[in-house]
């Protein structure tokens, strides 16, 4: 349960980047989350109203945009899709392959209110 | 610490994202604004700083994660005693409640700051940085942090430690790294703990469990040790020895490491995390975010 200290570090990083356009409100938050960075995103769902009541960002639509599990295979080249307890790959069935994507923990993307200055 | 690390300057006045003013408004008048930011990059960035702070004493800093009662404190009093006399050892422990860990290494004569989190079930790189604060590293070369007992949360958070290992005890079953990919993946070494019960739990294979490691494409050496019996430490006080004098003789090249998995953010840690502009939201925003999260993926240092 490590997803209400993600919320918590997302909202620092929100209210900082509202902060900064003079922002008044936060309309949508756009998360790419892959399944290899240990963060669920139902749960990180159901977190977001506790952690963002009474900040800029409380009335914000959070989307979490998943990210797939993607490996290169270090023995013949091939970029595939795998599972991410089985990161083999999907050509020639070698283990010796680097995760393309699949980890990523990001915040992509915010859509702000802003008066007119 | 804070002498020779600095982080009196630095400490909350460090600032996420930079807007540049030039934002794209969309047709109902909201602002769309790209980020690409790793959501941990505060203890990220907090995780670097301890990680220049053990860099400039010259310690080695390692990450121990593993389920409840795999064996940590056991296989840290035993590494006590086996290395008593010839390594200065320091150690940090993390446990929801109690000072018994802390406690039990203590009387092995070694320091030992115990951090409680409370209901908070992972270390994170600002309660290290806290507890480094009550730790004195002059003579020591080994810093060992007991995360908290939890194969799940403690994998997301850098600590600024310079290596990971995880440890899987016999009775667990061997295909924890199955099961547990995200941690798994994590470990630069993974202990097989517990060994002496192999013989009456033969449903555990050690085989197997390396195999489901190596399925998730890792190439960390996987050890079978026991805490009971002699020189069953064996392989992992060679790799503590091999560790450290790698270690030092990078640090003298003024290099430092970090564990070889590392969470996305810390592999955007070198991008200028900037706010952008984007004209149309739905297309731009969206182009760039794929651009950057892929080519984010392509850095493995």
């Known amino acids: 349960m490590h997803e209400l200290s993600i919320c918590q570090a997302l909202l620092d990083q929100v209210e900082q980047i509202a902060r900064d356009h003079g922002a008044t409100r936060v309309e949508r938050i756009l998360l790419r989350v892959g399944p290899l960075s240990g963060v669920e ?20 639509e959070l989307v979490i945009e998943p990210a797939p599990v993607r490996v290169r295979c270090d023995d013949c080249g091939a970029e595939t899709e795998a599972a991410p307890n089985r990161l083999l790959c999907g050509d020639c069935g070698g283990w010796k392959t680097r995760l393309i994507s699949g980890d990523e923990l990001l915040l992509a993307n915010l859509e702000l209110t802003i008066p007119d200055g | 610490m804070c002498e020779t690390c600095g982080c009196n300057i630095t400490q909350g006045n460090e600032h996420l994202v930079q807007g540049d003013g030039k934002l794209a408004r969309t047709g109902d008048g909201r602002a769309a604004v790209t980020v690409l930011k790793s959501l941990l990059s505060e203890n990220d960035h907090q995780a670097a700083h301890n990680r220049e702070h053990f860099d400039g004493q010259g310690v080695l800093a390692l990450n121990l994660m593993s389920s409840p009662g795999a064996g940590k404190t056991s296989l840290l009093e035993a590494t006590v005693e086996a290395l008593a006399g010839t390594l200065g050892i320091a150690v940090i422990e993390g446990d929801l409640e109690t000072e018994n860990d802390a406690q039990r290494i203590r009387a092995k004569g070694v320091p030992a700051v115990q951090i409680a989190t409370g209901s908070a079930c992972h270390l994170d790189a600002h309660m290290v940085h806290e507890a480094l604060h009550r730790l004195d590293l002059q003579g020591v070369d080994l810093l060992f942090i007991e995360n908290v007992g939890n194969l799940v949360c403690p994998a997301s958070f850098d600590l600024g430690q310079h290596r990971n290992v995880t440890l899987l005890s016999v009775p667990e079953g061997d295909d924890k790294p199955a099961k547990y990919p995200v941690m798994f993946r994590a470990a630069d070494l993974v202990l097989c703990t517990k060994s002496d019960l192999l013989p009456v739990l033969p449903e555990f294979q050690p085989q197997r469990a390396e195999r489901y490691l190596r399925e998730l494409a890792s ?29 030092r003789a990078r640090l003298e090249l003024g290099r430092s490491i970090r564990p070889a998995i590392q ?8 991008e200028p ?6 004209g149309d939201h739905h297309h731009h925003g969206h182009a760039g975010m794929h651009a950057h999260a892929e080519g ?3 850095h493995h240092d």
């Open chain 2, 273 to 278: 995390g900037g706010a952008a502009a984007s």
């Open chain 2, 263 to 270: 969470p996305d953010g810390a592999r955007l840690h070198g």
């Open chain 2, 296 to 298: 984010a993926g392509h």
């Open chain 2, 219 to 247: 190439v960390a050496p996987f050890e079978t040790v026991s805490t009971r019996g002699d020189g069953e430490l064996e392989p992992w006080l060679h790799w503590l020895q091999q560790e450290l004098a790698a270690h």
């Open chain 1, 41 to 60: 995103p139902a749960l990180l769902l159901n977190a977001y109203p506790l952690a963002a009541a009474g900040t800029v960002a409380e009335l914000a």
